[in-house]
């Protein structure tokens, strides 16, 4: 089964500066996929960003961007040019690929969470 | 355009009561799916359904029953509820790689 650990359960930074959050996964799969879920007071679930196993090139989201280290199995997330509406919750996921596949595809693992708060 | 909707929002039961949360998409997936989130442990996988009538079990499927006689509609269903089951409920549903989440229930049960 994969897991998905998210090391540090709080992060703070100031508004205009850079954040990363970390994540780490441990699987036996080579066809997957990796996103970042943030989570506001709201309580919905937004999609950060995505990355594909098989792309070497990390995803890039406007001031989101994702250092993707496959050998590692890494999957850490930076802000840049923090704003206070990224502060909220966040979530690293994991999911099996479509081409694993049976029905596993569809379902996600998930991380404890980062809450980050974005201090004025 | 509706996308998943979850009903209720917000719900306190009484340790023994059941209850059933619904959830319904109107984007036609085939993948449907109920995640429970607790403080610290993220979202996990309560059952899973990858069409009408066929479902399946995730991570922590203990005390939840589940159906799927349409596409549309996937209930979760709490026979007898435990204050263990006091959670925030998200149902989502998938096309391809993409989960579309609902707003989320939130359950208390005393």
């Known amino acids: 089964a994969q897991t998905v650990t998210q090391s540090q359960p709080e992060m703070s930074v100031q508004e205009a500066e850079t954040v990363t959050l970390s994540c780490t996964y441990d699987?036996?799969?080579?066809?997957?996929?990796l996103f970042w879920y943030k989570q506001p007071p709201s309580r919905q679930m937004i999609l950060v960003i995505r990355?594909?196993?098989?792309?070497?090139q990390n995803a890039t989201e406007n001031r989101f961007s994702v250092n993707f280290q496959k050998a590692a199995k890494s999957f850490s997330l930076k802000i840049s040019d923090s704003q206070l509406g990224d502060a909220a919750m966040y979530f690293c996921a994991y999911r099996t690929g479509m081409n694993a596949g049976g029905t596993s595809y569809g379902k996600l693992t998930f991380g404890q969470g980062t809450i980050l708060t974005v201090h004025p | 355009n509706a996308g998943v909707t979850q009903t209720p929002k917000f719900q306190v039961l009484k340790t023994g009561q059941s209850m059933t949360l619904q959830c319904a998409q109107d984007m036609n997936h085939e993948y449907m799916s109920w995640y429970r989130q607790d403080p610290g442990m993220g979202l996990r996988l309560i059952h899973y359904?990858?069409?009408?009538?066929?479902?399946d079990q995730g991570e922590v499927p203990n005390g939840y029953n589940v159906s799927r006689s349409t596409t549309e509609d996937f209930p979760l269903r709490l026979l007898s509820a435990a204050p263990s089951q006091t959670s925030v409920y998200f149902c989502?549903?998938?096309?391809?790689?993409?989960?579309?989440f609902g707003s989320g229930t939130q359950l208390s049960v005393l």
């Open positions: 359904s990858v069409g009408a009538g066929i479902t």
């Open positions: 989502a549903s998938s096309y391809r790689e993409k989960l579309f």
């Open positions: 699987t036996s799969e080579s066809d997957y996929y």
């Open positions: 990355q594909e196993a098989y792309k070497q």
